[in-house]
């Protein structure tokens, strides 16, 4: 019996599917399957839209994340793949906290996808992105770059990793505009909280 293989009962409603948040699977890791292409990720991004997460009472709950994890690294998926997720995390913030896309076809096009997704999550439901992997694609040049940091610069993401790409100066320096905004955001915020008005008595 596989452990990462989960069984779930699942109920259709209005087009999507209702998982009971005891029940969901957590971590979904299906790298090094080559023949799923765009096909396969495609077909899973549609699920991931479409799913929702509920209690036992069938209400839905505050956490929407249908997984924390997943994991499509070295398994041929191209840029329509990639958009296809890039469709989920917008059209359902929160379905999705941590993805690999590592080793992958995926060029400057989608990058950018993602990052406009991950945009849109943040600022029309204030869902932060935990991960995103895209290591070796070498079709992400700086102009994904760009995109991502500015993902990374109002919030949306805490971590990406795009080892052995196409970025060059131009890319880089875009994250570190990205630091330097996120720096100042979290100074004028410390502000506004009071806690850095420089105020040393009463």
Partial sequence: HDNNNHIIDNHIDNGQVAVRRHDRPSILRMGGNDAIGDAGTV?????????????????????????????????????AGAEALALALSSNPGCLLRLNLADNEISDAASKSLARALVEARCGSGVVFEEIILDNNVGIGDEGAV???????VGAVRSISVRSCGVKAEGCAAFGKALME???????????DGDGDGDGGD
């Fill in 182 to 192: 996120l720096a100042n955001s979290n100074r004028k915020q410390s502000f506004d």
């Fill in 43 to 79: 077909a899973l991004a549609a699920a991931l839209r479409l799913a929702i997460i509920t209690d036992n009472r069938n209400a839905i709950g505050n956490d929407d994340t249908v997984l924390d994890e997943l994991d499509l690294s070295s398994c041929n998926v191209g840029d």
């Fill in 147 to 153: 995109a991502l940091a500015e993902a990374m610069a």
